[in-house]
């Protein structure tokens, strides 16, 4: 009885194969040094776009003030005094206003039809404060102290 065994030759073993299957602590540091820069300037937007967002909803909070004071100041004629402070809660913010009475003296068209000494300039500043930072807001108008 004769047995026959087949040897089967091996083939040789792909080195290069084995060594693309993983990372190498070149690629390893390459990586986290990308990523050591990219993760802070990633954040640092976020907070920007976030403190952009806090301050653009506190300016229209400070411009509704600062309508309401002009406002009040007109329809009441209460533009006697050339400063008024005061304070105001919108929420759970704080607004402080100052309103200046002052008189207007810039150039005009056809000055004989307008008594620029009755011309007065009310501006009404809003200052608030938005994570950690103060911010204003202006608003002017024009009122005509002779006009009852």
Do not use: C
């Not at 937007?45 to 002009?70: D, H, I, M, W």
């Not at 105001?88 to 004989?112: A, I, K, L």
């Amino acid at each position: 009885m004769k047995f026959r065994t087949k040897i089967k030759k091996r083939l040789p073993v792909d080195r290069t194969r084995t060594r693309a299957a993983g990372f190498t602590l070149a690629e390893v540091l390459a990586a986290l040094a990308v990523m050591a820069i990219v993760i802070p300037v990633a954040i640092h937007g976020l907070q920007v776009a976030n403190l952009a967002g806090v301050v653009a909803q506190r300016k229209a909070l400070a411009v509704r003030v600062g309508e309401r004071v002009l406002t009040e100041a007109v329809v009441a004629r209460q533009w006697n005094q050339p400063v008024q402070n005061g304070t105001e809660q919108q929420g759970p913010y704080q607004f402080n206003w100052t309103m200046h009475n002052d008189t207007w003296n810039q150039n005009v068209v056809s000055p004989s039809a307008i008594n620029l000494s009755a011309l007065h300039q009310l501006s009404v500043e809003v200052t608030f404060a938005a994570q950690n930072k103060n911010y204003s807001v202006r608003l002017s108008t024009l009122v005509n102290t002779l006009q009852q």
